[in-house]
């Protein structure tokens, strides 16, 4: 499928309508999703709706917005007034949300066609997207591989072109973690440049959304139409929003000396070489085009899983607490008392991980323990964030790889939870100190799976992120790389 701006064009010299363009979408994820299972909900009446408006308006001779009749795919834990919002557990398995969430909103208000709800790990817990009570996902690169997770739906829907791009939510690299796994473009903001109200609660003080696209340029148009202050968000930020997809250059000369640091505790001991090869190459590629390169060291980064394993659990034992049978949602049937209802429901609307996570959460919040555990882990979370700060005295943007690995096998790690949670020491860190980081395709390994390239940025420089990732990108041609499956 064309890019963000080629359809725009295509819409606007009229050579094609919204109304194909969306058939094209849906008929390929019809064609996939025996195979893929990319969604839970393929919206096809209301984007078929949303697309002959954006139709009128052109016959009409109104201007439209560069995302007006793109298809685009929603992770399915953005609520989406009167269409099923499930997150992927049977606990809100009907749950049907009466109102809307901001970005969904502004997407809808930007003329953009949601072609479907992306399947995640229950609650976007996992790194696989096997979390979820309904299916789990394939990779289009090797159907027998995941697509990494949370949002493992949303980058493998973009990946097999079943969507030109889609949301994700990232609280700890659900967004980087399945973009380097899918070989596509993925992006989590600064904390609090886009607005949460509307995403249901994982870890509320980690939790972003973000975008995915085929290309740098695509995700860049996403993020604009997205990002900004929202007075129902409490943790929004009051800023001023750039042109994020303007002024892009092929390469980083442009723009003076840029001082990129490779992050040395990422490099080493559990990173496969292939990785390693295509990361350290990718490096070498920013330098050939101007970038001056510095290592860094960044020595608290190892403790960004345990501490994250202790806040996150912690939030989201609490955030859970309200799926109890009683307000909405699913209740358990056969119990004879309140405490009853309570426990049936939770222990059978819950699945194994998030059941998991919040018995670490609630362990670590109670009595005797908080001292011990959670506050602990918030001290080593300032300590993570002071690391960056000093690193970005020395240089701008950060790198390192996205993923330890490539793309693993379905059930593989499923019965070792802990290999599965260290797949997420490289994307961790951004989040606990509140950090925009992309991910960027930068090669595959020997088995044809992709590979991503990491870059952090410092608080709202996502600019300068888009604007190294599309340098990069544009001086190779991992991008046009396509899956079998598209």
Known sequence: MASIRELHEQLVKKERSAVEITQEALDRIQALEPKLHSFLHVTAQQALEQARAVDAKIAAGEEIGILAGIPVGIKD????KGI???????????????????????????????????????????????????????????????????????????AADECVVALGSDTGGSIRQPASFCGV???????????????????????????????????AILLNAIAGYDPKDSTSLKV?????????????????????????????????SAVEKAVTKAIDRLQNLGAEIHIVSCPNFRYGVPSYYIIAPSEASANLARYDGVKYG??????????????????????????????????????????????????????????????????????????PTT?????????????????????IPANLAGLPGLSVPCGFDDKGLPIGLQLIGKVLREDQLFQVAYAYEQSTTWHLQTPQIS
Request: glycine share 10%.
């Open 185 to 219: 473009v993925g992006m989590k903001p600064t904390y609090g440049l886009v607005s949460r109200y509307g995403l249901v609660a994982f870890a509320s003080s980690l939790d972003q959304i973000g975008p995915f696209g085929r290309s740098v340029e695509d995700a």
């Open 330 to 403: 699913y209740r358990a049937p056969g119990a004879d008392n309140l405490l009853s209802m309570y426990t049936r429901t939770r222990s059978s609307g819950f699945g194994a991980e998030v059941k998991r996570r919040i018995m670490i959460g609630t362990y670590a919040l109670s009595a005797g323990y908080y001292d011990a555990y959670y506050l602990k882990a918030q001290k080593v979370r300032t300590l993570i964030k002071q690391d960056f700060e000093k690193a970005f005295d020395q240089v701008d943007v950060l790198a390192c790889p996205t993923v």
């Open 240 to 272: 001023q929003i750039p042109d994020y997809a303007s002024g892009f250059k092929p390469d980083l000369k442009a723009r003076g000396k840029l001082r990129i640091g490779v992050i040395k505790e990422t490099f080493g001991e559990g990173l496969d």
């Open 77 to 80: 834990n953005l609520c989406t």
């Open 84 to 158: 099923l919002t499930t997150c992927a557990s049977r606990i809100l398995e009907n749950f049907v949300p009466p109102y809307e969430s901001t970005v969904t909103q502004k997407l809808a208000d930007a003329g953009a066609v949601m072609v479907g709800k992306a399947n995640l790990d229950e609650f976007a817990m996992g790194s696989s997207t096997e979390n979820s009570a309904f299916q789990v996902t394939a990779n289009p690169w090797d159907l027998s591989r995941v697509p990494g997770g949370s949002s493992g739906g949303s980058a493998a829907a973009v």
């Open 407 to 427: 793309a693993f096998k379905a059930g593989e790690k499923n019965s070792d939870p802990l290999s599965m949670y260290l797949l997420d020491l490289m994307t």
